[in-house]
């Protein structure tokens, strides 16, 4: 690792050099960067035998565990950037909201925040909350060398739909319930999430993270309108906060083709992508001046190998004129992934796109 310090922050010089940095600012890179949304997790072997008979919850906040099952990934398939291993629910845990991650299940949330007065249970979250958070990040900046550490949260929409469902929703009914019905209350709903969402950005960035993802998954369940109404400018406020660190911004929600330029316009660097909409319509859908992000559909990857590199080959050349480029599924890595799938497909996308 170089002691020479970067434009950013306290990055050290060979990060901010890399190919995954590089692409997120739309620089030249001498290799397209790849990662992969939950790389690490279940589809690994060694996350499994490190997490038996430790709850998601409870391994989210052992430091030397985040940092172990977050390098595996790095190991195991050379990709360009290591992600943060936790989950969208850990900050509203660490100010106490009363939620667990049941397995098969997802998050749920004991008591669902519906009222005015239920607000006040969603009380700001400060650094001493998430002290195992900088301690993990210590720990890895150290051993990732120059390999990028990305930090993530929740965006708004997504964690408020956790919280007023009480847990995963198809329909998102008691969320629009909400948000139609009485537009005051989710405004602040929306904006104390905001709060909350940028100081554990805050914190991941200032203990180490080289760039952020703002996860919208479930926000393309609402129209163009809509999301400029009730959750731009909470998803706004998120990405302004962080603005002065000068580190990448990616913002990825699925099903979101006809949202991606606001989702953009909301202060994103970097664009993600789903399966859905190729990268080049995504592009002009998103318009000049961000970087994308994408778009291997994630089940592909259950098929042969020659039709996971044939829709790679697709991918790449709808990229090619892109101003910036990071090779991503368009969504997470599914539980029962053959691991060696997601390393060939690395060593594929570096190979063929080698400069
Ligand atoms: O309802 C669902 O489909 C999933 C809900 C669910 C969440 N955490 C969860 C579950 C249960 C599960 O995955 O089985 C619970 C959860 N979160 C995570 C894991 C580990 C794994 O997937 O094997 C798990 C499974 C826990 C277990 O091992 O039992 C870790 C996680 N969540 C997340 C991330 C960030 C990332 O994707 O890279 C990461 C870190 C991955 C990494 O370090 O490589 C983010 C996350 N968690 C969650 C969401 C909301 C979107 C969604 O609901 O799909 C999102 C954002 C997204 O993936 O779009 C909520």
């Known amino acids: 690792m170089s002691a020479e310090q970067s434009p950013v922050g306290k990055q050290p010089t060979a990060t901010y050099d890399s190919a995954f940095l590089k692409a ?40 030397e565990l985040v940092a172990e099952i977050t390098l595996q990934p790095v190991r195991r398939h050379g990709v360009d950037a290591a992600i943060y291993f936790s989950d969208i629910v850990v900050p509203l845990k660490a100010i106490g909201i009363d939620l667990d991650i049941k397995p098969g299940v ?3 949330v004991e008591k669902p925040i519906r009222t005015r007065a239920d607000l006040a249970r969603l009380r700001d979250l400060t650094p001493e909350d998430v002290s195992y958070v900088t301690e993990a990040y210590g720990l890895l900046t150290r051993e990732l060398g120059a390999t990028p550490l990305i930090g993530f949260a929740g965006a708004p929409f997504t964690l408020a739909s956790y919280l007023v469902e009480g847990g995963p929703s198809r329909n998102h009914e008691h969320t629009k319930a909400l948000m139609y019905g009485d537009p005051q209350l989710w405004a602040d709903l929306l904006d104390r999430l905001a709060d909350i969402t940028a100081a554990f950005l805050k914190v991941q960035i200032e203990a180490g993270a080289s760039a952020v993802q703002l996860f919208d998954s479930w926000v393309g369940a609402l129209a163009p309108a809509d999301y400029r109404r009730f959750v731009q400018p909470a998803s706004r406020k998120v990405f302004e906060a962080v603005a002065g660190y000068g580190v990448p911004r990616i913002h990825f929600g699925v099903g979101t083709g006809e949202l991606l ?14 399966w859905r909409v190729p990268l080049d319509e995504a592009a002009r859908r998103v318009g000049p001046g961000k970087a994308l992000q994408g778009n291997l559909d994630p089940a592909l990857l259950f098929s042969t190998t020659e039709a996971v590199e044939a829709r790679t080959r697709e991918i790449l050349d709808a990229a ?3 101003e910036g480029h990071v090779f991503n599924l368009g969504h997470g890595v599914l539980p029962d992934t053959d691991p060696d799938a997601l390393s060939r497909l690395v060593e594929y996308v570096h190979t063929r796109t080698a400069r």
């Open 24 to 63: 997120c600012r739309r620089e030249p890179v001498p290799h397209t960067p790849v990662w992969f949304m939950r790389q690490a997790g279940r589809s690994l072997p060694e996350y499994r035998k490190v997490r038996e008979g430790i709850p998601m919850l409870e391994s989210c906040m052992r430091p």
């Open 106 to 108: 997802g998050p749920v």
């Open 261 to 274: 330029r606001d989702m953009g316009e909301a202060g994103a660097d970097v664009v993600g992508v789903d």
């Open 320 to 322: 090619a004129g892109l």
